[in-house]
């Protein structure tokens, strides 16, 4: 069993920037082998699909969303079981729901909402 918590979305201007963190915790399972596991940021906008923000692997290397490239930055700290999502130049068309996953475990978190006023 697991639990991922987001936090730190909120409203800001055009322009802004936020810090979204997700820490993991469960069993000892995900305590253990968080270090392996791949995290992903996705974001949920009303009427939209699903989409995969960024992600990163266990090597830290990091992937990007063609439309956050340069503005969006993933990193984790596996000695907090947290993965971090800076995000900055935010735009309105930001605006969504946030989650972290571990894709590979299909565990996600509830989300926090992120919107971006023009």
């Known amino acids: 069993q697991v639990q991922l918590v987001e936090s730190g979305g909120g409203l800001v201007q055009a322009g802004g920037s936020l810090r979204l963190s997700c820490t993991v915790s469960g069993s000892d399972f995900y305590f253990i082998f968080f270090h392996l596991m791949d995290l992903g940021w996705y974001r949920q906008a009303p009427g939209k699909q699903r989409e995969m923000v960024a992600s990163?692997?266990?090597?830290?290397?990091?992937t990007y969303a063609d439309s956050v490239k340069g503005r969006f930055t993933i990193s984790r700290d596996n000695a907090q079981y947290t993965v971090y999502l800076q995000m900055t130049n935010l735009k309105p068309e930001d605006t969504a729901v946030y989650l972290c996953a571990i894709p590979a475990r299909d565990a996600w978190g509830q989300g926090t909402q992120v919107t971006i006023s023009s």
């Open positions: 990163i692997n266990t090597n830290h290397e990091e």
